[in-house]
């Protein structure tokens, strides 16, 4: 099968377009970078010809009240160029929990969502956890030069590597029409989360709990854990620190 992964070229596209290729399907890569631009939809049309499958990996610049208006933006423009390429099936990356977070961005993924389940093609939403990788950016948020201020928002942590393999698992198959959620194998509040990440960079700073700092503050209760049904991915927080 021939696949467009738009945003082709980030931490989770790239690998997903060499887990496709490695597969034998053909994926190209497409992203500003190669001429793509889904806001405005120049060479939209032309990376999606012929093609069977879009996968659509492309993100907001801002998470802030912006957001909303480059989903909706891209949305249109790649579900319109979708259904004039005759596409089969169109998949989208979001976050577990994504509509239960009162949040701009959460807003703008929820958005998201909706626009691909009320259009005319086939579709698959992956709902991941927090990436590992993203850990020290949170961390990062409420940090001063001794403090971590961190509230015990529960996470389950997932490796990049295992949502671009899990991606390029559902692109490859059959339409959901629906959500899968992944997310790692262990749950940690976020306050524990940081001192174990802290520790393991030999970092000496202290965390704090904080139940009323950063944007995970706002989120209830667990609604960024997997439920029933949810995929569970195979690494460990603790080897991918190693």
Do not use: C
């Amino acid at each position: 099968m021939k696949f467009a992964v738009i945003g082709g070229t980030g931490l989770i596209g790239s690998k997903v377009v060499q887990l496709l290729n490695e597969a034998g399907h053909e994926a190209v890569p497409h992203a500003l970078s190669t001429g793509v631009d889904v806001l405005t939809g120049q060479g939209v049309d032309a990376a999606l010809a012929g093609a069977d499958v879009v996968v659509n990996l492309t993100n907001s610049p801002t998470f802030d009240e912006a957001s909303p208006a480059f989903f909706q933006t891209s949305m249109d423009n790649l579900l319109a160029a979708a259904g004039r390429a005759g596409t089969g099936h169109f998949v989208i990356l979001s976050i577990i929990g994504v509509d239960q977070v009162p949040t701009d961005y959460y807003r703008a993924k929820t958005l998201q969502e909706d626009l691909l389940k009320a259009g005319p093609i086939p579709y698959s939403i992956v709902r991941a956890a927090q990436f590992m990788e993203f850990v020290d950016a949170v961390l990062s948020w409420t940090a001063d030069d001794e403090t971590v201020r961190l509230p015990r928002t529960p996470l389950q942590p997932v490796a990049a590597a295992d949502v671009a393999a899990t991606v390029a698992d559902v692109a490859a198959g059959t339409p959901l029409n629906g959500v899968l959620d992944l997310a790692g194998p262990e749950v940690y509040p976020l306050d524990e989360l940081g001192r174990i990440t802290l520790a393991a960079r030999g970092d000496s700073r202290t965390v704090t709990t904080d139940d009323a700092a950063g944007m995970f503050a706002v989120v209830p209760g667990d609604v960024l854990t997997a439920k029933d049904g949810a995929r569970i991915a195979p690494t460990h927080y603790a080897d991918w620190l190693k």
